[in-house]
Antibody
Framework: QVQLVESGGGVVQPGGSLKVSCAAS????????MNWVRQAPGKGLEWVAF????????YYADSVKGRFTISRDNSKNTLYLQMNSLRDEDTAVYYC??????????WGQGTLVTVSS | QSALTQPRSVSGSPGQSVTISCTGT?????????VSWYQHRPGKAPKLTIS???KRPSGVPDRFSGSKSGNTASLTISGLQAEDEADYYC??????????FGGGTKLTAL
């Protein structure tokens, strides 16, 4: 069965950096687009970034463009999100999600990122 | 990339039907037949419930159905059950490999 396990969350100061990971199993990782979606405390879901199966093409929400970088290592079945210049409003649970055609087919349990001084 | 509009909460008695609306614009909901819905229980991973406006993934009960008219999509749960209590989010493809979610609707089974 499909499994997505996020890791790497934690507490980081404003302006700092953090890289979260998502280990995938149960499907042929290299043939699917992947996404990051986040949920700030008490708020709704927000799509963050998408990467094509081969990793060459990436797309971002305006709120993170220029600060976050999505990447993947298909040899390790792992998705990454490098987050730089972090702000208070980036505090959220970050979920990785397997792409369907134009939807999010499976989700992980999420990893909490807290931006605080 | 403005969020889609959903009611903050809806409720119904077991056995009743409830409908959650999701209003976007002609650039997202109205432009594509790529509206999806997700069930999210606290502390759990969100679960795909409806894809492509009205397609039900394997394992999702047939009491869940989706539709769209113009810039508004809807999720209907017929024969509400206590286990359906959760937050529900709509999402629409918005072009150029970007997506926009609704603010979420808390469904309460009375």
């Amino acid at each position: 069965q499909v499994q997505l396990v996020e890791s790497g969350g934690g507490v980081v100061q404003p302006g700092g950096s953090l890289k979260v990971s998502c280990a995938a199993s149960g499907f042929t990782f290299s043939t699917y687009g992947m996404n990051w979606v986040r949920q700030a405390p008490g708020k709704g879901l927000e799509w963050v970034a998408f990467i094509w199966s081969g990793g060459r093409n990436t797309y971002y929400a305006d709120s993170v463009k220029g600060r976050f970088t999505i990447s993947r290592d298909n040899s390790k079945n792992t998705l990454y999100l490098q987050m730089n210049s972090l702000r208070d409003e980036d505090t959220a649970v970050y979920y990785c999600a397997k792409g369907g055609s134009y939807y999010f087919e499976y989700w992980g349990q999420g990893t909490l990122v807290t931006v605080s001084s | 990339q403005s969020a889609l509009t959903q009611p903050r909460s809806v409720s119904g008695s077991p056995g009743q039907s409830v409908t959650i609306s999701c209003t976007g614009t002609s650039s997202d909901v109205g432009a594509y037949n790529y509206v999806s819905w997700y069930q999210h229980r606290p502390g759990k991973a969100p679960k795909l419930t409806i894809s492509d406006v009205s397609k039900r993934p394997s394992g999702v009960p047939d009491r869940f159905s989706g539709s769209k008219s113009g810039n508004t999509a809807s999720l209907t749960i017929s024969g509400l059950q206590a286990e359906d209590e959760a937050d529900y989010y709509c999402c629409s493809y918005a072009g150029s490999y970007t997506w926009v979610f609704g603010g979420g609707t808390k469904l309460t089974a009375l």
